[in-house]
């Protein structure tokens, strides 16, 4: 019985093809958009989150302007940071752009920066070459440093730069490895700015004494286990607070993980938002449905009595009718995601960010429109079986 | 009374129909007896208004009587509920409409096929049993001709196709010859007492006292009042 009335429901939808058309053309508009949306709006979360990402979780950032009295914090603040439970290490920003001998040969713009071990656990690639800066190094004030492979270019043609010394500031470092190419997509290292003739690492500690830093202002601290990271800002916020004596706006702490989860809040309140906007789409497509449904029940009313009186019982006729809008609003839910999806990948191309297939945005693309079908549907399809057969076959 | 011994083929007890017309009553039929045997071929007569379609829905399952007692094949149809006399109607009753009432987007054997979708039948049980039956009423040829493409008495012919299709005890055609030119309907007359002869029992609603001629029993009705009448000759 359900495949005659598919086969019939089938044959009627085919029978007037361009009316179905334009009344699933709501329907079509209504999940294509909302496929579109959620899709785009996912993969921008994605695109958006895997940026944030690359800038750090894992990671707080702490500016330290400190206090007219103490500017930044001094080397033994960082020690205690990095004693902290959950922290990892700490990467105090320090960087200044100076001049570099090497047997005579002088490179006058050369970034200068002092690192914390914790950046080379945090990025295993960042050493191409030799060894990455470990925790000694920073006890004993170590004078080695790594280089870019820009700088290895400008002084060291030919010539393995491992072992090389290097004056700084008129002291001797040894060069113990060689500092992989930054990731293009590593937002982080492109924002860094960066000398014209490369760039040199050396242990934090090394770098202030030699250049008599007393405060940093700028670092970041590592946390192990992200999962407890509220706990650490907290940690972290009372040790700066003795730091700098409770001096109101004297540092500030950002967790990027905080501000990620803001944004997906955001991004899912914005989705959600356009979404509703979407379904009116669906909702006119229904009530589109529900006309021609209507519509198709008065002017099929002697076919109904005809089939009535032939032994139809209310329930078949009932079935058929809301079996053609259910097929009519599917029809135009599967229309409505294929297009959807094309235009979220054109959208995608356009916006440059990586397409993202949302396999619950389809399901509820036809999901959707299989409850509009049945919901819109009901009420002509109701109204048909209830038809009495005399009266449909005297309509004639 | 019915006896126990023999539950009749047809029979119809005081059967009354009326609608409410504002605040009165008007009876459409009035205490209405009818008993027909099994390869009967009745004509009921009477002229426009006399309650002809309001007998002819009662016989045919499609409505159901204010008062009385209608037995169809052994069994009580009166007081059925709208499924129940769905089915009684698919089973029981070959319909035949003076309009054909053929679905104009199917062609012929889609159309006689339609009972036997009710029916529960298989498609290829369908397609067999509408082939068999458009043969017999002389369509073997048409069976895949939409009703556009047929003349009148062809179309009536597919309904007649139809109306036999389940293989019903009564063929109950209201006016069956009121949209054919007088040639046309003497043929359908001729498949009538045909069918009649192999056993179909038939009733035939009409107007038309040469029409009715055609059955071997006439009834007449006026104003909802049914009284036997003679067979006259054409
Ligand atoms: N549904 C109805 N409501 C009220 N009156 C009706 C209805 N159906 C039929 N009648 C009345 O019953 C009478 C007989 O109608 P009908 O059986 O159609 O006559 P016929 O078919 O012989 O022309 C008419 O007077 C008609 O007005
Ligand atoms: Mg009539």
Known sequence: MLKESLRMSLGNIRANKMRSFLTILGIIIGVMAIIALITVMESATGEVTAQFESLGTGKLTVQAGGTPLKQGLRETDLRRIEQLDNVSGISPSLSQNISVVWQGQLLEDVTVKGNGYAYFRKNPTAVEKGRPLVPVDFDQYSRVCLIDSELAHELFSGVDPLGQQLLVKGTRFTIVGLLADPDVDDVMSQMQAMGEDGSLMMPYTTYMRLFGVKGVTGLEVYVSDSDRTNDTVEALEALLDECFNYHDGSYSVINMEGLLDVMDTMMSLMTNLLVGIASIALLVGGIGIMNMMLVSVTERTSEIGLRKALGAKPRSIQIQFLMESVILSLLGGIVGVALGLLVSKLLSNLMNIAFVFSPGAVALGVGFSLAVGVIFGWAPARKASNLNPIDALRSV | ?234
């Open chain 2, 1 to 234: 009374m019915t006896s126990l011994h023999e539950t009749p083929f047809f029979q119809m007890t005081d059967i009354c129909k009326g609608y409410p017309m504002g605040d009165e009553w008007q009876p459409v039929l009035k205490n209405v007896n009818l008993t027909i045997e099994k390869g009967e071929f009745l004509s009921v007569l009477g002229p426009s208004g006399s309650g002809k379609s309001t007998l002819m829905n009662i016989i045919g399952c499609l409505d159901t009587p204010t008062s009385g007692e209608y037995i169809l094949h052994g069994r009580r149809v009166d007081q059925l509920d709208e499924n129940q006399l769905s089915t009684l109607r698919n089973r029981e009753i070959g319909f035949i409409f003076q309009s054909f009432q053929l679905l104009k987007r199917q062609d012929a054997l889609a159309n006689v096929e339609l009972p036997l979708i009710y029916a529960g039948l298989s498609v290829q049980k369908r397609r067999q049993r509408a082939e068999e039956m458009l043969c017999r009423v002389g369509l073997s040829e048409k069976l895949h001709y939409m009703p556009n493409q047929l003349s009148g008495g062809q179309q009536q012919r597919v309904a007649i196709a139809r109306a036999l299709a389940t293989n019903p005890s009564i063929l109950l055609a209201d006016e069956p010859t009121g949209a054919l030119d007088q040639k046309t309907g003497r043929q359908v007359m001729a498949l009538f007492r045909e069918l009649n002869e192999e056993g179909r029992t038939i009733i035939m609603i009409t107007h038309d006292v040469k029409i009715a001629a055609n059955a071997s029993r006439i009834v007449r009705i006026l104003d909802g009042e049914l009284s036997e009448g003679v067979v006259e000759d054409a």
